[in-house]
């Protein structure tokens, strides 16, 4: 029998909120008069992005692109692959990259070097979490919200295996 995971409560959803209000007010404070380009990965960023945007008070545009490197396993297979569709006017634009978490580094690293070969004006990185334990390739976290520990986590538009996006706190999964 297959047992499920059990939840423990990592991040309340007020400290999430904290957390995100303080990344608005970095990102405000840059990018107010830049006009940027938000360019979320799917899925993860999803309920961050809607949280996060709502707290910035200037223009902006919005892209998404999906990038996988996971499939049903916790672990990454440390293949990057980006679905069609990818935001195609980059050139000149202030790009900021809006992530859930960055964990071995691989999936960032792949996305800030696809974005830098289009030439945007500047590129950076803004990440909900943060899990410096499991990186394997350097990068550089502009906004970096909350910092995790080596679990696995869900919650707040995380998931695993496509379950508990849907949860307003963040939970490490006890398998
Ligand atoms: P990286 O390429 O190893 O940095 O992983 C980046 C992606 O892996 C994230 O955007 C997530 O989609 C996924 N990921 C990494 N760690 C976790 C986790 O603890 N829970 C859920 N997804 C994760
Ligand atoms: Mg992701």
């Not at 906004?143 to 995790?148: A, D, E, K, Q």
């Amino acid at each position: 029998m297959v047992s499920e995971p059990e939840l423990s409560l990592l991040f309340t959803k007020d400290e999430i909120a904290a957390a995100v209000s303080r990344l608005a007010s970095e990102i405000g404070r840059d990018y107010l008069t830049k006009h940027p380009l938000l360019i979320a990965v799917l899925k993860g960023s999803f309920v961050f992005l809607a949280d996060l945007i709502r707290q910035l008070d200037f223009p902006l545009e919005i892209e998404f692109v999906r990038l996988s490197s996971y499939g049903k396993d916790t672990e990454s297979s440390g293949r990057v692959k980006m679905a069609p569709g990818a935001p195609s006017q980059i050139k000149g634009r202030h790009v900021l990259i809006i992530e859930d978490i960055i964990d071995t580094g691989l999936t960032a690293a792949f996305l800030l070097d696809y974005l830098r070969r289009k030439k945007p004006a500047s590129l950076k990185l803004c990440s909900l979490t943060d899990k410096p334990e499991r990186r394997r390739v350097m990068v550089n976290i502009d906004y970096r919200g909350l910092t995790v520990p080596d679990k696995f986590i869900a919650g707040y538009g995380i998931d695993c295996d496509e379950r508990y996006r849907h949860l307003p706190d963040i939970y490490v999964l006890e398998q």
